[in-house]
């Protein structure tokens, strides 16, 4: 049978399947240009429950989550979106600071999904823009986001575990 999804607002308790979906698809997507131990600490800094469970808290922070079931009563968390506003930028722009699906459901569409409601909720917010960071290297990453109309806006660098890390902004419209 077919897996079927829904895309829920994130509760408090679901920041460990957050953190789980995000250990399995940073590992998959990273782990060649950043090596599995940088992944791992990253993920305990950037993903502590604690921060996950504020971010859900947040008035001005959305996350959603992608419930996955095959057709038995258990469901399965398996992809999260956060959006927000985007730090010291201009009122109209949003962000979408995390967007990760369990890599054993990449290409089924739930990624599309969460992206879609992640932008929706911004527009509805009165933000006219979404920007977001990729790591240069990551090139899966980058095709997603320009097969949504995402384009290059700039660049940064971020030192993860000692090392300067590229990164591409990119931008798309949000729709009114």
Same mark, same amino acid.
């Given at each position: ?7 829920? /607002? ?16 940073? !590992? ?11 992944? $791992? ?5 950037? @993903?502590? +429950?604690?921060?996950? $469970?504020?971010?859900?808290?947040? /008035? ?10 095959? *057709? ?9 979106? !956060? ?5 010291? &930028? /201009?009122?109209?722009? &949003? ?7 369990? /890599? ?6 739930? &990624? ?13 917010? &009165? ?13 899966? *990453?980058?095709?997603? @986001? ?7 806006? *700039?660049?940064?660098? $971020? ?7 590229? +990164? ?9």
């Amino acid at each position: 049978m077919p897996s079927r999804h829904v895309v829920r /607002p994130a509760k408090h308790d679901d920041a460990a399947g957050i953190r789980a979906v995000a250990r399995a698809s940073w !590992h998959a997507a990273y782990d060649d240009f950043l090596g599995p131990g940088t992944v $791992e600490r990253m993920i305990e800094r950037w @993903y502590a +429950l604690e921060s996950l $469970e504020r971010a859900i808290r947040s /008035p001005d922070q959305h996350l959603f989550v992608v419930d996955t079931s095959d *057709g038995c009563q258990e469901r399965l968390l398996t992809g999260f979106v !956060h959006v927000g506003p985007w730090p010291d &930028g /201009p009122a109209t722009l &949003g962000k979408c600071s995390r967007l990760y699906v369990h /890599p054993g459901q990449w290409g089924e569409g739930i &990624g599309t999904e969460l992206l879609e409601r992640g932008q929706a909720t911004l527009a509805q917010e &009165g933000y006219h823009r979404v920007r977001l960071e990729v790591f240069e290297a990551n090139e899966r *990453g980058q095709q997603f @986001y320009r097969g949504r109309g995402y384009t290059v806006s *700039g660049t940064e660098t $971020e030192r993860l575990d000692g090392t300067n890390r590229r +990164l591409l902004l990119m931008e798309a419209p949000l729709r009114q």
